[in-house]
């Protein structure tokens, strides 16, 4: 059975631009429900083991250097097949290949700064939402 939870965050060049509410707006549009928010800075440290994953990647300096870079905002969301359903609503992680009116199309800049980030499984999701939120902060 898979989820109705995914985590998100608005990337630090997408906030800088000032996207943050125009991308709340368009998750909600796509009948994602917020269930936890925080606009927070993630340190260096932070953002390497938030993208543990990647370590030893050819990217993973530049990604965790740019998402410690700035505030970010973080959020749980909430809809029936909520990973799926979501990594198909932000688009492509390169926004130059992401399908017209997804967010990374529409907010992204590149495949580095593209907007949002979306869990990849209903595993992950778990560990990136109490990343960020305890118990209590989820509504
Ligand atoms: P996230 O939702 O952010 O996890 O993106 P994703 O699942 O679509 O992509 P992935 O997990 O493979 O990569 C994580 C992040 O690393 C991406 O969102 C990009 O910001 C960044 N990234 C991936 N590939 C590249 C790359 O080739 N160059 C750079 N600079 N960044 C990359
Ligand atoms: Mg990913």
Known sequence: MSGNRTYTMIKPTAMRKGYMAPIMNKIVEGGFKII?????????????????????????????????SGPIMAMVIEKENAVEAY???????????????????MYGTNIGENAIHGSDSDENAKIEMSFFFTGREMF
């Not at 936890?36 to 030893?56: C, D, N, P, V, W």
């Open 36 to 68: 936890a928010a925080k606009m927070t800075q993630l340190s260096k440290a932070e953002a390497e083991a938030f993208y543990g994953i990647h370590r030893g990647r050819p990217f993973f300096e530049e990604l965790t250097s740019f998402m410690s």
């Open 87 to 105: 990594r198909n609503y932000i688009g492509s992680t390169n926004p130059a290949e992401a399908a017209e009116g997804t967010i990374r199309k």
